[in-house]
């Protein structure tokens, strides 16, 4: 498990490339049969991703959590942006087609997840928060995801906001999470640019091709940062910091 510790808005206006990447990105999620787990101190929030291939995976915990285990103390969003794939809770399977997104609350002890074929595997990719009420176990579909259509063709940037886990969606402690697709033709998001004052995010990106990457601007409105992102890959966004960017082709991203 890798650690990420905060760095203030003063910080990153000294850091060069190298450094924003070493702080700020999160590569590699996406392992075959091993979960990824990023802890940061940004609200404690952890990012993790799997692809299980040829056995089924278990959460657990680690000595850095102090708990017996994974969902003692926190509760997880998880999004499959694979083929399709199967996530046990307790004893309980629940299938999850691309796209499709669970959460799983405080007090859950045994989560597995699997592919339902190797040849075409699932991909989780996983957000965490510390927890102090127990919500019930849900699955939602992407075609019952509240969706928003934003954006329009001549700004490029036209796309769909999907929010499952949210006020009006899947109740949570502090978790929120949902995806955005840009439609074919747009490139630009989160537009107009902001911060969030409250709240850490993470972006992850996917649904690039290998010679495609996204411009994801960060740091100060007035002096601002970027990270070149490939595929299935996250960045950190603390919530003094810009976010934005811009492709060179659509994709999605998860938030």
Same mark, same amino acid.
């Given at each position: 498990?890798? *650690?990420?510790?905060?760095?203030?808005? @003063?910080?990153?206006?000294?850091?060069?490339?190298? =450094?924003?990447?070493?702080?700020?990105?999160?590569?590699?999620?996406? =392992?075959?049969?091993?979960?990824?787990? &990023?802890? #940061?101190?940004? +609200?404690?929030?952890?990012?993790? %991703?799997?692809?299980?291939?040829?056995?089924?995976?278990? /959460? $657990?915990?680690? @000595?850095?959590?102090?708990?017996?285990?994974?969902?003692?103390?926190? @509760?997880?969003?998880?999004?499959?942006? %694979?083929?399709?794939? &199967?996530? !046990?809770?307790?004893?309980?399977?629940?299938?999850?087609?691309?796209?499709?997104?669970?959460? &799983?609350?405080?007090?859950?002890?045994?989560?597995?997840?699997?592919?339902? !074929?190797?040849?075409?595997?699932?991909?989780?990719?996983?957000?965490?928060?510390?927890?102090?009420?127990?919500?019930?176990?849900?699955?939602?579909?992407?075609?019952?995801? /509240?969706?928003?259509?934003?954006?329009?063709?001549?700004?490029?940037?036209?796309?769909?906001?999907?929010?499952?886990?949210?006020?009006?969606?899947?109740?949570?402690?502090?978790?929120?999470?949902?995806? #955005? /697709? /840009?439609?074919?033709?747009? *490139?630009?998001?989160?537009?107009?640019?902001? #911060?969030?004052?409250?709240? #850490?995010?993470?972006?992850?990106?996917?649904?690039? $091709? +290998?010679?495609?990457?996204?411009?994801?601007?960060?740091?100060?409105?007035?002096?601002?940062?970027?990270? *070149?992102?490939?595929?299935? =890959?996250?960045?950190?966004?603390?919530?003094?910091?810009?976010?934005?960017?811009? %492709?060179?082709?659509?994709?999605?991203?998860?938030?």
């Amino acid at each position: 498990m890798q *650690v990420r510790y905060q760095q203030s808005s @003063e910080a990153v206006r000294n850091m060069n490339t190298a =450094q924003l990447r070493e702080h700020f990105l999160i590569q590699d999620l996406m =392992q075959k049969n091993k979960v990824t787990w &990023i802890y #940061t101190h940004y +609200d404690r929030v952890m990012v993790g %991703g799997i692809k299980p291939v040829s056995q089924k995976v278990l /959460l $657990q915990s680690s @000595e850095l959590l102090k708990a017996d285990y994974f969902l003692e103390r926190r @509760e997880i969003g998880i999004i499959n942006v %694979g083929n399709k794939g &199967i996530v !046990t809770v307790d004893g309980k399977k629940y299938i999850l087609e691309s796209l499709d997104c669970i959460y &799983i609350g405080l007090g859950s002890k045994k989560v597995v997840l699997e592919s339902t !074929t190797a040849k075409d595997p699932a991909a989780f990719y996983m957000i965490s928060t510390p927890a102090h009420h127990r919500y019930p176990t849900r699955l939602v579909h992407l075609a019952n995801a /509240l969706a928003t259509p934003m954006g329009d063709i001549e700004n490029s940037n036209e796309r769909i906001i999907y929010k499952y886990i949210h006020d009006k969606g899947i109740k949570s402690c502090q978790l929120v999470m949902g995806l #955005t /697709l /840009l439609k074919s033709g747009s *490139v630009w998001n989160s537009f107009p640019p902001h #911060t969030h004052d409250r709240r #850490t995010e993470v972006y992850f990106y996917f649904n690039l $091709q +290998d010679s495609n990457q996204v411009y994801h601007i960060m740091g100060e409105p007035q002096e601002t940062r970027h990270l *070149v992102i490939a595929n299935e =890959q996250a960045v950190i966004s603390p919530s003094w910091s810009m976010h934005y960017g811009c %492709g060179t082709s659509s994709y999605s991203f998860i938030w």
